[in-house]
């Protein structure tokens, strides 16, 4: 039995979903997070059923990718109930798609959430009454706390009823039938309403066109919704608007036009102090584990057990050392990501759009744009995903071909390891500074490109600011722990796979076992040196780990680690000692700059190619990267040269 | 009148908003159809404005707001 889930952006539904499945899955409270199809499967009394998670939308009109793919799920023959989560706070837009869900006429079943908030707002909803009007069974349920689920699922087991939709006007009704008359399809009135709405996508299916009276149903349906709550809402007389009230209060200093900014960049900063400073805590921790006792030990371990030289510093140099050098920066990774994803559930994000929206549109582009540059500080690859609630074309692809100058979470263990082997004392205003670089980086590309290869018009700013939510602890450690997760589980595969490939291209050549100097890695490194030449870095392991860190970024680190052996250097002073005869500070920094900007990994090369669905832009996104790093390490490292 | 010109506090009736199909739509699908009641959360001195529509509260940027016409209550 499938279940397709649908609801408004904000009403809780990747929360049920969730609570439903026991999936994790990932969870926003900025409008239209959830921008993937999503399944997740339920076993109840026997019955197991599929539930297909749909993007949140407003409504049902061909507008957004998002849209036109829950409709043509929906209309499938795969769907067997809809069941359409309704934020009973919210009501009367929220019932806006549920008066189109119900024109499908596919069987459903209501789950009417956040009812505890309604009765703290001390209001009434006669759940009865609404569910004999429309049709349709309707469940009260608190998803976050996950009432009524029980009966949820047993009016799901049921296949729940298909409902009765808006009567419109007799005017109206009058053309819907005179259409419908004329039709030779399956839901012939829902294709009549369609045709009225001027649908393009239904007026080419049916080769129809018809005079459009869209905004006229629009306002029928949301008067017919007005009687509905007439009849079923009751707001009790002494409004306490609790919800909205603090919300507003909030607001009014976080969305100041003077204030706004300045708030953001200390939420950020506290974001990534807590990163460095509780993160770099524990990371301390796990660094002296793996330098300092795992590797001494298994040395010792295998040096008992007289196990041969090579396959000591396999594992010691390439396993441990390349594996480890990136889990010692779990801590970080997670301390970043509780941030960030306690800013979109708790509904800061929608309100960092706001503030950004001046800034945005010096460059083109409006504020929406700046929240997946934010989630791009963790990972780029959801961050590009989250651009599909971006409408227009142009916009989307300008907003993806700046994002991976975001410096996401696996860019930091290379700044990390050089600022505190170069920048003792520093190190916070070195990496700081690198991030700012890459925001000024990302704004100039824009402002380039909207001028140039994707001039357009820029959309307005519409985004719905929801309630201010207290993140609940459980869904943000299941949203936390998926990306954490994600990052151990690269580096057991993807990072292990490449370290041990790593430690052999270094450690043999055509004639066997060598040393690194002759090794196949140093031939490769040697290969591409020149490009690196004029940024002050033209070694052989410095381009070789530029060439790898394409696989992913934190390769950069495991490279470094092994070329150097630095898996037994747990202290910065003895790695710095190591790495000085190579890098100074200027050149460090530059290397620095490089790693920031230079071509995305694998990961978002990938995803760029899936959703822009072009080659050109994937190898443009790839190639211009790598052209705007090497100029600007080269300018920072040239520039340099002529004063220190 | 415009939308532009109403200050904070004040509610007004939507009359018509002057854009291209494509976003009056996506507007009325939020629930701003002709007829429905705006009251003017907060309006600062420069930057987006919010806006109550429908129990829900929006934010639009000032290039929409100047296109959306509206009378005073």
């Not at chain 1, 509904?347 to 759009?353: F, L, N, S």
């Not at chain 1, 971006?390 to 700044?415: Q, T």
């Not at chain 1, 934190?554 to 150097?564: D, K, L, P, Q, R």
Request: charged share 20%; proline share 3%; net charge neutral.
């Amino acid at each position: 039995m499938n279940i397709a889930l649908a609801g408004n952006p904000n009403s809780g539904k990747t929360t049920l979903f969730n609570g439903l499945t026991g999936a994790n899955h990932y969870v926003g409270n900025w409008a239209g997070v959830t921008v993937e199809k999503r399944e997740g499967k339920i076993k109840y009394k026997h019955q197991f059923m599929t539930v297909v998670d749909l993007p949140g939308t407003y409504s049902l009109s061909p507008y957004s990718i998002e849209e036109i793919v829950s409709r043509n799920y929906i209309l499938g023959d795969e769907v067997d109930v809809v069941l359409n989560i309704v934020d009973a706070t919210n009501l009367e837009r929220n019932l806006f798609l549920t008066m189109q869900l119900i024109e499908l006429r596919k069987p459903m079943v209501i789950a009417l959430n956040m009812m505890d908030e309604v009765e703290k707002l001390g209001q009434k909803i006669d759940v009865k009454e609404l569910s004999a009007l429309l049709g349709v069974p309707v469940i009260p349920i608190t998803a976050k706390k996950k009432k009524g689920f029980e009966e949820l699922l047993e009016a799901l087991m049921h296949k729940g009823l298909v409902g009765s939709g808006v009567i419109y006007s007799s005017e109206v009704e009058k053309r819907i039938d005179q259409i419908e008359n004329e039709l030779n399809v399956q839901n012939k009135r829902w294709h009549a309403i369609k045709l009225l709405e001027g649908d393009t996508e239904i007026c080419e299916k049916l080769n129809r066109h018809e005079d459009h009276i869209h905004e006229r149903i629009s306002v029928e349906k949301y008067d017919y919704i007005s009687r509905l709550l007439e009849k079923t809402f009751i707001k009790q007389i002494k409004e306490k608007q609790v919800g909205y009230t603090f919300t507003d209060k909030v607001d009014k200093v976080l969305l100041n036009p003077f204030l706004g900014v300045p708030i953001f960049l200390m939420i950020m900063s506290m974001v990534f102090w807590m990163t460095f400073t509780i993160g770099g805590f524990f990371l301390n921790i796990i660094d002296v584990f793996f330098g300092e006792v795992l590797s001494v030990w298994v040395l010792k371990g295998l040096e008992a057990l007289s196990v041969q030289d090579w396959l000591i510093s396999l594992i010691v140099d390439g396993i441990i050392g390349g594996v480890g050098g990136v889990l010692t920066f779990v801590p970080n990774i997670a301390f970043l990501f509780i941030g960030i994803s306690f800013l979109e559930d708790s509904g800061y994000m929608a309100r960092v759009a706001f503030v950004m929206d001046g800034w945005m549109k010096k460059v083109g582009l409006n504020g929406k744009t700046f929240i997946p540059m934010i989630l791009g500080f963790g990972c780029n690859v959801p961050a590009i995903m989250s651009t599909r609630t971006l409408e227009e074309e142009k916009d989307r692809i300008l907003a993806i071909m700046i994002n991976p100058f975001m410096s996401c979470g696996a860019r930091l263990p290379v700044y990390a390891l050089f600022a505190s082997a170069f920048f003792k004392g520093s190190e916070a205003l070195v990496v700081i500074s690198l991030y700012f670089i890459g925001i000024v980086v990302a704004l100039l590309a824009a402002l380039i490109l909207r001028k140039t290869i994707l001039k357009g018009e820029q959309d307005p700013f519409i985004m719905e600011l929801p309630a201010y939510r207290l993140p609940e602890p459980r869904t943000l450690l299941i949203h936390v722990w998926e990306r954490v997760r994600g990052y151990i589980v690269k580096a057991g595969t993807v990072i292990f796979a490449a370290s041990i490939i790593l430690w052999v291209i270094l450690n043999f050549n055509a004639s066997g076992m060598t040393d690194l100097t002759s090794s196949f890695g140093a031939s490769i490194g040697k290969g591409v040196s020149f490009i690196f030449k004029p940024l002050g870095f033209g070694t052989w392991q410095a381009s070789l780990s530029l060439l790898t860190g394409v696989i992913a970024k934190e390769i950069v680190v495991s490279n470094m680690m092994i070329v150097y052996g630095l898996a037994e250097t747990a202290t910065s002073e003895m790695l710095s000692a190591t790495l000085s005869g190579v890098f100074t500070q200027l050149n460090a920094y530059a290397f620095m700059v490089f790693v920031l900007l230079y071509t995305p990994c694998i990961a978002v090369i990938g995803v760029i190619r899936r959703e822009t669905n072009s080659w050109k832009w994937t190898i443009f996104s790839a190639s211009y990267q790598f052209a705007i790093a090497w100029f600007i390490a080269m300018l920072i490292y040239q520039v340099g040269s002529l004063f220190l | 009148m415009s939308l532009l010109a109403v200050n904070s506090g004040q509610s007004v009736i939507l009359k018509d908003i002057d854009w291209g199909k494509k976003l009056k739509k996506k507007l009325q699908d939020m629930g701003m159809t002709p007829g429905v009641r705006i009251n003017m959360i907060q309006k600062p001195a420069f930057g987006p404005c919010v806006v109550e529509v429908r129990g829900t509260r929006l934010a639009l940027g000032r290039g929409i707001v100047s296109k959306i016409f509206v009378d005073l209550i």
